[in-house]
Structures are given as C-alpha cells and as structure tokens.
C-alpha cells in the first residue's frame, strides 16, 4: 500500500486476515482481497500457485507455495540456466491456479499500457508454458487467472 491512492483515498479496509487494519484504495483492495480468496478456494495449504510476474507478498498472504525459485520478475534479467530451473520447478511443482498481471504493479493507477508478455524475451518462455498447459479461466480484479489444461496437473 506504500506505492497507492492518495492518503485520502484509502477508503476501503482490507478483508484479508495478514492486512487487517490497513486501508487502501477500494480497487486494490478488491484485488488483493479476491486473490486471496480465490487461492483459498482454488488450493489446498500444500497446493502450490503461481503469481507472475509481479506481487511476490501474495505466497506471504496466502501461506502457500511459489512453485519457482524466483518471487519477482519484473526487474530480474536472468540467463537460460535459471530459465530451466524456472521451467522446470514449474514442471515438478505444477501450480494449481496461475496468476498473470495485465499491468505491472507498480502502474497502481492503471493508466499504463498492458504487460506485453510476448514482446518482453525473459517472459516468452514461462508465457509459452502458460499458454500450452493452462486455460485462461478470467480475471480477478485486473489479474489474469489460468486453470490447468489437464487433469495430471490440477493434482497439483
């Protein structure tokens, strides 16, 4: 909430237990609030889910797993050694729901354009298995939420 509407804004309190007593804008705590509800709903305290490439605090707030050794990807600039592991913990560790920003977080405004995930080359590969392994299933808030294709991965 440091990077938020205006102080004066900050209208709607958060419903999430680990934000209890913090306000923000009502967009944002819309957003968050349904993110969280929807991982409680979707994944099981052992279940693993993914949040990319922003929002890392979400695995906080929810208490479950990052599937990849990476929490934030925006900034990070990483060579096809890390890409595998990526790739690969995503493999091992299917998540059960996948989360995609349309802005990234920090446009808190969403005034922005969209995140082009496949004109930014670091991101084309986890878009790549994104899009063969998981269906786009809506949206929460302004997140894209993707449920797996196949049942050997919804096993989590």
Known sequence: VYRDVGRGQRTSEFKTPMLKGISSGR?????????????????????????????????YLTGRRNPTPVGWYVQLEYGNWLMDDILGSLRKHPPKVIFAQRFFE??????GALIDYRGIPRYIPIANYINAHYNLERT?????????????????
């Open 27 to 59: 967009r944002n705590v819309q957003q968050i609030d349904g993110l969280v509800r929807t991982v409680n709903e979707i994944c099981s305290p052992d279940d693993y889910f993914f949040m990319f490439p922003d929002m890392p605090v979400m695995y």
């Open 106 to 111: 920090i446009d808190f405004e969403r005034s």
């Open 140 to 156: 929460v808030g302004d997140v894209y939420m993707f449920l797996p294709k196949s049942e050997e991965l919804q096993g989590g």
